[in-house]
């Protein structure tokens, strides 16, 4: 694309109406908003999969329980998800086994309990904002067909107080409606594309939550008998 492309670009975006121009402004705050949240969901995640395999890691080692629970609450502020999981169960398995008379059975459904509520909070997280990416894909490009049918109609509107019809006189006002269209798809394939591979990724990474519960609550019910 020369420079006078560009500058066309940008005289058809100056010589819009306003409603327009109102429209591509919403589009583009929409974009730059969504190209966000996209990366700050991408860093999250990727974080959140070094920490699991780190954790899981360190877990399936074999080392002592205790010595992984007090380093995963020393170091709280720096501790993955999974890793928050499991100070949870542990904690919740410490307090119930000092109760002598409870059934074995019912303590390790309290730390299921435990380990789940902790799990939601987390997946939670990792699902947080996703909704919007899904909206801005799904709602952009008619806010951009929103701005072309207003500009299209603007442009035959004035066909009424000319004489002679012609393609130079209506297709300035018809290129002007389109580039709505175009930022309006701008901004949502970007964030489908997003939302689809990050909803994917936190499937993912609560499939290995559940599988480690499941696991983990495997473990203490063996140390319980």
């Not at 928050?84 to 299921?112: C, M, W």
Request: with cysteine.
């Amino acid at each position: 694309m020369n420079v006078s492309q560009d500058l066309a670009i940008v005289e058809l975006i100056a010589n819009a109406s306003l409603v327009v121009k109102l429209v591509m402004a919403l589009l583009v705050y929409l974009s730059v908003l969504s190209w966000y949240w996209i990366f700050r969901k991408w860093f999250q995640l990727r974080d959140a999969r070094a920490r699991t395999d780190a954790f899981e890691r360190d877990f399936w080692s074999g080392g002592d329980l205790n010595t992984l629970f007090q380093d995963a609450v020393g170091n709280r502020e720096h501790s993955g998800a999974m890793e928050r999981i499991f100070e949870a169960g542990f904690r919740e398995f410490t307090k119930l086994r000092s109760q002598r008379t409870l059934d074995p059975g019912t303590a390790i459904d309290g730390v299921r309990r435990a380990m789940r509520a902790t799990c939601q909070r987390e997946i939670d997280d990792l699902d947080a904002h996703l909704s919007f990416l899904a909206s801005v894909g799904s709602v952009a490009p008619y806010i951009g067909l929103f701005g072309t049918v207003w500009g299209i109609m603007n442009s035959f509107r004035g066909l009424a107080s000319m004489s002679t019809a012609t393609l130079a006189a209506v297709a300035p006002g018809i290129a002007e409606a389109l580039v709505a269209t175009a930022i309006g798809l701008f901004a949502a394939i970007p964030a489908v594309v997003a939302y689809n591979r990050f909803a994917h990724d936190t499937d993912r990474i609560s499939v290995r939550f559940e599988s480690f519960m499941e696991e983990f609550s495997n473990i203490l019910q063996r140390q319980m008998k």
